[in-house]
T-cell receptor
Framework: QQQVKQSPQSLIVQKGGISIINCAYE??????FPWYQQFPGKGPALLIA?????SEKKEGRFTISFNKSAKQFSLHIMDSQPGDSATYFC????????????FGEGTQLTVNP | ETGVTQTPRHLVMGMTNKKSLKCEQH?????MYWYKQSAKKPLELMFV???????ENNSVPSRFSPECPNSSHLFLHLHTLQPEDSALYLC?????????????FGQGTRLTVV
Protein backbone atom coordinates (compact mmCIF):
# COMPACT_ATOMS: atom_id res chain seq x y z
CA GLN A 1 0.00 0.00 0.00
CA GLN A 2 1.46 3.30 -1.11
CA GLN A 3 0.79 5.56 1.84
CA VAL A 4 2.59 8.61 0.47
CA LYS A 5 2.02 9.55 -3.13
CA GLN A 6 4.34 12.05 -4.77
CA SER A 7 3.97 13.97 -8.00
CA PRO A 8 5.20 14.77 -10.51
CA GLN A 9 7.70 12.03 -11.22
CA SER A 10 9.89 14.53 -13.07
CA LEU A 11 9.92 18.29 -13.36
CA ILE A 12 11.79 20.70 -15.61
CA VAL A 13 11.97 24.35 -14.57
CA GLN A 14 13.79 27.34 -15.96
CA LYS A 15 16.35 29.13 -13.81
CA GLY A 16 14.61 31.64 -11.59
CA GLY A 17 11.29 29.84 -11.75
CA ILE A 18 9.31 28.18 -8.99
CA SER A 19 9.49 24.42 -8.57
CA ILE A 20 6.50 22.77 -6.91
CA ILE A 21 6.39 19.15 -5.80
CA ASN A 22 3.29 17.68 -4.22
CA CYS A 23 2.66 14.84 -1.82
CA ALA A 24 -0.51 13.27 -0.48
CA TYR A 25 -0.78 10.91 2.44
CA GLU A 26 -3.46 8.54 3.68
CA UNK A 27 -2.67 7.90 7.32
CA UNK A 28 -4.10 10.72 9.45
CA UNK A 29 -1.85 9.65 12.32
CA UNK A 30 1.23 10.91 10.49
CA UNK A 31 2.63 13.92 12.32
CA UNK A 32 6.05 14.56 10.82
CA PHE A 33 6.66 15.41 7.18
CA PRO A 34 10.26 15.85 5.97
CA TRP A 35 11.65 16.44 2.52
CA TYR A 36 14.93 14.91 1.40
CA GLN A 37 17.21 16.03 -1.41
CA GLN A 38 19.41 13.57 -3.24
CA PHE A 39 22.13 14.42 -5.75
CA PRO A 40 23.45 11.77 -8.16
CA GLY A 41 25.94 9.52 -6.45
CA LYS A 42 25.00 10.79 -3.00
CA GLY A 43 22.70 9.64 -0.26
CA PRO A 44 19.53 11.60 0.59
CA ALA A 45 19.95 14.62 2.84
CA LEU A 46 17.28 16.15 5.05
CA LEU A 47 16.23 19.44 3.47
CA ILE A 48 13.31 20.75 5.50
CA ALA A 49 10.54 19.29 7.66
CA UNK A 50 7.17 20.32 9.05
CA UNK A 51 4.75 19.28 11.79
CA UNK A 52 0.98 19.48 11.22
CA UNK A 53 0.49 22.23 13.79
CA UNK A 54 1.69 24.80 11.25
CA SER A 55 0.56 25.39 7.68
CA GLU A 56 3.83 26.65 6.30
CA LYS A 57 7.53 26.52 7.02
CA LYS A 58 10.16 28.45 5.15
CA GLU A 59 13.92 28.03 5.09
CA GLY A 60 15.65 30.22 2.58
CA ARG A 61 14.30 29.48 -0.88
CA PHE A 62 12.56 26.31 0.30
CA THR A 63 9.00 26.34 1.67
CA ILE A 64 6.75 23.53 2.81
CA SER A 65 3.01 24.16 2.59
CA PHE A 66 0.82 21.83 4.61
CA ASN A 67 -2.92 21.24 4.22
CA LYS A 68 -4.08 18.97 7.01
CA SER A 69 -7.70 18.70 5.88
CA ALA A 70 -6.67 17.68 2.38
CA LYS A 71 -3.88 15.45 3.69
CA GLN A 72 -1.46 17.10 1.32
CA PHE A 73 1.85 18.88 1.59
CA SER A 74 4.11 20.42 -0.97
CA LEU A 75 7.62 21.71 -1.44
CA HIS A 76 8.12 25.04 -3.18
CA ILE A 77 11.57 26.06 -4.40
CA MET A 78 11.67 29.75 -5.17
CA ASP A 79 14.16 31.23 -7.64
CA SER A 80 15.18 27.73 -8.72
CA GLN A 81 18.84 27.33 -9.63
CA PRO A 82 20.66 24.72 -11.73
CA GLY A 83 22.33 23.61 -8.50
CA ASP A 84 18.89 22.57 -7.21
CA SER A 85 18.74 19.86 -9.87
CA ALA A 86 18.33 16.67 -7.83
CA THR A 87 15.80 14.09 -6.79
CA TYR A 88 13.44 15.15 -4.04
CA PHE A 89 11.62 12.76 -1.72
CA CYS A 90 8.78 13.54 0.62
CA UNK A 91 8.18 11.34 3.63
CA UNK A 92 5.89 10.94 6.61
CA UNK A 93 5.98 9.29 10.00
CA UNK A 94 4.25 9.09 13.36
CA UNK A 95 6.76 10.50 15.80
CA UNK A 96 4.75 9.66 18.91
CA UNK A 97 4.97 5.96 18.22
CA UNK A 98 8.46 6.20 16.80
CA UNK A 99 7.31 4.82 13.49
CA UNK A 100 9.61 4.69 10.54
CA UNK A 101 9.53 7.10 7.66
CA UNK A 102 7.31 6.23 4.71
CA PHE A 103 8.79 7.74 1.57
CA GLY A 104 7.21 8.99 -1.63
CA GLU A 105 8.52 7.76 -4.96
CA GLY A 106 10.66 10.81 -5.64
CA THR A 107 10.68 13.68 -8.12
CA GLN A 108 13.58 14.29 -10.43
CA LEU A 109 13.99 18.06 -10.75
CA THR A 110 15.97 19.62 -13.57
CA VAL A 111 16.57 23.36 -13.55
CA ASN A 112 17.72 24.63 -16.91
CA PRO A 113 20.15 27.56 -17.07
CA GLU B 1 31.05 14.42 3.79
CA THR B 2 28.10 13.46 5.94
CA GLY B 3 30.11 11.39 8.39
CA VAL B 4 28.62 8.11 7.15
CA THR B 5 30.96 6.13 4.94
CA GLN B 6 29.92 3.13 2.88
CA THR B 7 32.17 0.68 1.10
CA PRO B 8 32.38 -0.45 -1.57
CA ARG B 9 30.72 2.22 -3.70
CA HIS B 10 30.02 -0.26 -6.48
CA LEU B 11 29.69 -4.04 -6.38
CA VAL B 12 28.96 -6.59 -9.09
CA MET B 13 28.32 -10.11 -7.88
CA GLY B 14 27.05 -13.37 -9.23
CA MET B 15 24.04 -15.08 -7.77
CA THR B 16 26.18 -17.69 -6.04
CA ASN B 17 28.64 -15.24 -4.51
CA LYS B 18 28.89 -14.07 -0.93
CA LYS B 19 29.80 -10.45 -0.30
CA SER B 20 29.44 -7.87 2.45
CA LEU B 21 28.61 -4.18 2.48
CA LYS B 22 30.18 -2.02 5.16
CA CYS B 23 28.97 1.15 6.80
CA GLU B 24 30.82 3.29 9.32
CA GLN B 25 29.62 6.43 11.04
CA HIS B 26 31.82 8.93 12.85
CA UNK B 27 28.99 11.01 14.31
CA UNK B 28 28.56 9.31 17.65
CA UNK B 29 25.05 8.23 16.73
CA UNK B 30 23.24 5.38 18.45
CA UNK B 31 21.02 4.11 15.66
CA MET B 32 21.92 2.76 12.23
CA TYR B 33 19.76 1.71 9.31
CA TRP B 34 19.92 -0.12 6.00
CA TYR B 35 17.70 1.12 3.18
CA LYS B 36 17.19 -0.22 -0.34
CA GLN B 37 16.66 2.26 -3.14
CA SER B 38 15.38 0.92 -6.45
CA ALA B 39 14.64 2.97 -9.53
CA LYS B 40 11.26 4.72 -9.46
CA LYS B 41 10.37 3.18 -6.09
CA PRO B 42 10.24 4.69 -2.62
CA LEU B 43 13.14 4.06 -0.28
CA GLU B 44 12.55 0.79 1.53
CA LEU B 45 13.66 0.41 5.12
CA MET B 46 15.36 -2.96 5.62
CA PHE B 47 16.87 -3.06 9.11
CA VAL B 48 17.21 -0.84 12.16
CA UNK B 49 19.79 -1.17 14.91
CA UNK B 50 19.72 0.83 18.12
CA UNK B 51 22.70 0.51 20.48
CA UNK B 52 23.84 -2.54 18.48
CA UNK B 53 20.52 -4.30 18.95
CA UNK B 54 18.32 -5.03 15.97
CA UNK B 55 14.98 -3.35 16.56
CA GLU B 56 13.40 -3.85 13.19
CA ASN B 57 13.54 -6.31 10.32
CA ASN B 58 11.17 -5.14 7.66
CA SER B 59 10.34 -8.59 6.25
CA VAL B 60 13.66 -8.77 4.47
CA PRO B 61 14.60 -12.11 2.82
CA SER B 62 17.16 -14.15 4.69
CA ARG B 63 19.67 -13.80 1.85
CA PHE B 64 20.32 -10.39 3.43
CA SER B 65 21.96 -10.71 6.84
CA PRO B 66 22.82 -7.62 8.89
CA GLU B 67 25.49 -7.37 11.54
CA CYS B 68 26.16 -4.55 13.96
CA PRO B 69 29.26 -5.22 16.07
CA ASN B 70 29.17 -1.75 17.66
CA SER B 71 27.32 1.53 17.36
CA SER B 72 29.73 2.81 14.73
CA HIS B 73 29.74 -0.10 12.30
CA LEU B 74 27.05 -1.85 10.35
CA PHE B 75 27.42 -4.63 7.81
CA LEU B 76 25.06 -6.23 5.33
CA HIS B 77 26.08 -9.74 4.37
CA LEU B 78 24.81 -10.91 1.01
CA HIS B 79 24.48 -14.45 -0.30
CA THR B 80 22.64 -16.17 -3.16
CA LEU B 81 21.09 -12.91 -4.31
CA GLN B 82 18.70 -12.53 -7.20
CA PRO B 83 18.93 -10.06 -10.12
CA GLU B 84 15.97 -8.14 -8.67
CA ASP B 85 18.14 -7.37 -5.64
CA SER B 86 20.18 -5.03 -7.80
CA ALA B 87 19.73 -1.57 -6.27
CA LEU B 88 21.42 1.19 -4.34
CA TYR B 89 21.85 0.17 -0.71
CA LEU B 90 21.97 3.09 1.67
CA CYS B 91 23.17 3.18 5.24
CA UNK B 92 21.99 5.90 7.59
CA UNK B 93 22.53 6.84 11.21
CA UNK B 94 20.75 9.03 13.72
CA UNK B 95 21.20 10.11 17.31
CA UNK B 96 17.97 8.50 18.42
CA UNK B 97 16.07 5.56 17.03
CA UNK B 98 13.67 7.83 15.18
CA UNK B 99 15.24 8.69 11.85
CA UNK B 100 13.43 11.99 11.97
CA UNK B 101 15.76 13.12 14.71
CA UNK B 102 18.31 14.07 12.10
CA UNK B 103 19.37 11.13 10.02
CA UNK B 104 22.50 11.18 7.92
CA PHE B 105 22.81 8.95 4.88
CA GLY B 106 25.93 7.48 3.35
CA GLN B 107 26.56 7.66 -0.38
CA GLY B 108 25.35 4.14 -0.90
CA THR B 109 26.63 0.98 -2.53
CA ARG B 110 25.43 0.39 -6.07
CA LEU B 111 24.87 -3.36 -6.23
CA THR B 112 24.44 -5.26 -9.46
CA VAL B 113 23.57 -8.95 -9.34
CA VAL B 114 24.36 -10.83 -12.52
Amino acid sequence: QQQVKQSPQSLIVQKGGISIINCAYENTAFDYFPWYQQFPGKGPALLIAIRPDVSEKKEGRFTISFNKSAKQFSLHIMDSQPGDSATYFCAASMMASGSRLTFGEGTQLTVNP
Amino acid sequence: ETGVTQTPRHLVMGMTNKKSLKCEQHLGHNAMYWYKQSAKKPLELMFVYNFKEQTENNSVPSRFSPECPNSSHLFLHLHTLQPEDSALYLCASSQGEGIEMGAFFGQGTRLTVV
